[in-house]
């Protein structure tokens, strides 16, 4: 069993389960979902009435990642956090998506316990079919855990909060983070829009202030032979280049049956400070 690690999004007291539900000492109290996840996101903590990836780009990211184009990703990032892991870690993944990183990582660790959090129910209502990982809709700004509780947090393509992650992480914790390389799907970008730039790297050692050391930094390549249109398709609308693409390019992209192209990553791990 997973050790209880829900603090109370109102009042941040620890969540205790008992009879299906979450409670709090101050009688607060968030119901567990059939599926087996809980919904710990206030709606006075939402900006949209249906935040996070829809549906669609949650069923195009399922089916591409599935088909395992980014598993030389998944597979570095395994190998860098287990160095720092040990029997019964904690491990979070912030902006967890449909779950397929939690999954891999949960798969190729069965000592550690592993959590996953997305502002996007969606995104929850699909990684919930893995029952060995508790899952919550929350925010990682307003991460619903107790305070210094996670050996490692991983965050792919994710928001990152770098107040949040040092309140809920151990001392000494890892975090590991992956973003795109500066040549990240140059191939695919050619075919959505007119100049294309390479991707600003700069910002990746900004994320997280002084508080964290950098001690690790890894470049991923993941070749991308894709040849059907579903593929294509897919990995456009997983992405945020599906709402700002032109017409035009939305055109092409479904006339396309074959693309060639090498999705780069930089994986870096921080480290938090001892306290």
């Not at 949650?58 to 860098?80: C, D, M, N, V, W």
Request: glycine letters at 4%.
């Amino acid at each position: 069993m997973h050790p209880s690690l829900y603090s109370c999004p109102v009042c941040s007291d620890p969540l205790n389960l008992k009879d299906n539900s979450w409670h709090c000492d101050n009688g607060h109290q968030f119901d567990v979902h059939k599926k087996g996840y809980v919904n710990l996101l206030l709606s006075n903590h939402k900006r949209s009435k249906n935040p996070g990836d829809d549906a669609l780009m949650i069923e195009s990211r399922r089916r591409f990642l599935h088909a395992g184009h980014y598993q030389p990703l998944a597979e570095q990032i395994s190998t860098k956090v287990a160095e720092f892991l040990s029997p019964e870690s904690c491990v979070l993944d912030a902006g967890c998506g449909e779950g397929y990183y939690t999954d891999y990582l949960a798969a190729n660790q069965p000592k550690s316990y592993f959590y996953g959090l997305d502002i996007s129910k969606p995104a929850i209502n699909a990684a919930a079919r893995n029952k060995a990982i508790q899952w919550c809709v929350a925010s990682s700004t307003r991460a619903p855990y107790l305070e210094q509780q996670f050996d490692a947090i991983i965050s792919v393509f994710s928001r990152i909060d770098a107040d949040s992650f040092h309140r809920i992480m151990k001392p000494e914790g890892v975090v590991a983070i992956a973003a795109p390389d500066h040549d990240h799907l140059t191939e695919l970008r050619r075919q959505l829009y007119a100049q294309v730039s390479a991707y600003d790297t700069s910002k990746h050692l900004s994320y997280l202030d002084d508080r964290f050391t950098l001690v690790d930094e890894t470049r991923v390549e993941a070749p991308l032979s894709l040849e059907t249109n579903q593929a294509i398709t897919d990995l456009v609308r997983m992405t945020p280049h599906q709402h700002k693409i032109s017409s035009d390019a939305k055109s092409r992209i479904e006339s396309l049956d074959q693309l060639n192209d090498t999705a780069c990553f930089k994986l870096y791990l921080f480290k938090k400070g001892s306290e």
